[in-house]
T-cell receptor
Framework: KNQVEQSPQSLIILEGKNCTLQ??????????LRWYKQDTGRGPVSLTI?????NTKSNGRYTATLDADTKQSSLHITASQLSDSASYIC??????????????FGKGTRLSVIA | DGGITQSPKYLFRKEGQNVTLSCEQN?????MYWYRQDPGQGLRLIYY???????QKGDIAEGYSVSREKKESFPLTVTSAQKNPTAFYLC??????????????FGQGTRLTVV
């Protein structure tokens, strides 16, 4: 069964600290992996997208890594800000001709940054 | 939100009523999706459409219906057969099949509450 597991479920950190969110997946055939940020009551916004051959990708203070062999990804947030408080969702895409539901979502990690 | 408009932002429905949620896009994307999000849960796929006049059931299609008469529009009707419709509904679009770096864009969501 195609699944995406995220950990931790929730996380509280102090402003200015770094943190790392984890994503493990059992999805095949794999096309790409995406990290989204979702503010409360709003739609998710894309942070990074990585294909099978990419190991790391950065977007400002956000850095995502991908290990396609172990089927693990992480999202590292550097020097956290209060505005980073949100849910972070890991999404894995299947190849279109696989006949399966194309996007597989994790349940997200709820990050709270406090002053 | 990138050119995806969901309306209304908030919707109240009496039990036994059908209601329709609107999703319009000006991104010229082929694929459109409807997701349901409940607290503590990942996004669950209701319906998706890869091309005009064609759509497929997702994982939780019962009690919902859709149409795709125009490329720009993918309305979702929540029927009285949906026993627990209170949730946050998200519409998403993608350019279409092919291209490993394609990503999904989300609307801002509609919060539906049964009163």
């Amino acid at each position: 069964k195609n699944q995406v597991e995220q950990s931790p479920q929730s996380l509280i950190i102090l402003e200015g600290k770094n943190c790392t969110l984890q994503c493990n997946y059992t999805v095949s055939p794999f096309s790409n992996l995406r990290w989204y940020k979702q503010d409360t009551g709003r739609g998710p916004v894309s942070l990074t997208i990585m294909t099978f051959s990419e190991n790391t990708k950065s977007n400002g203070r956000y850095t995502a890594t991908l290990d396609a062999d172990t089927k693990q990804s992480s999202l590292h947030i550097t020097a956290s800000q209060l505005s980073d408080s949100a849910s972070y969702i890991c999404v894995v895409t299947l190849f279109r001709n696989s006949g399966n539901t194309p996007l597989v979502f994790g349940k997200g990690t709820r990050l709270s940054v406090i002053a | 939100d990138g050119g995806i408009t969901q309306s209304p932002k908030y919707l109240f429905r009496k039990e036994g009523q059908n209601v329709t949620l609107s999703c319009e896009q000006n991104l010229n994307h082929d694929a459109m999706y409807w997701y349901r999000q409940d607290p503590g849960q990942g996004l669950r796929l209701i319906y998706y459409s890869q091309i005009v006049n064609d759509f497929q059931k997702g994982d939780i299609a019962e009690g919902y219906s859709v149409s795709r008469e125009k490329k720009e529009s993918f309305p979702l009707t929540v029927t009285s057969a949906q026993k627990n419709p209170t949730a946050f509904y998200l519409c998403a679009t993608e350019p279409g099949p092919g291209g490993v770096n394609t990503e999904a864009f989300f609307g801002q969501g509609t919060r539906l509450t049964v009163v």
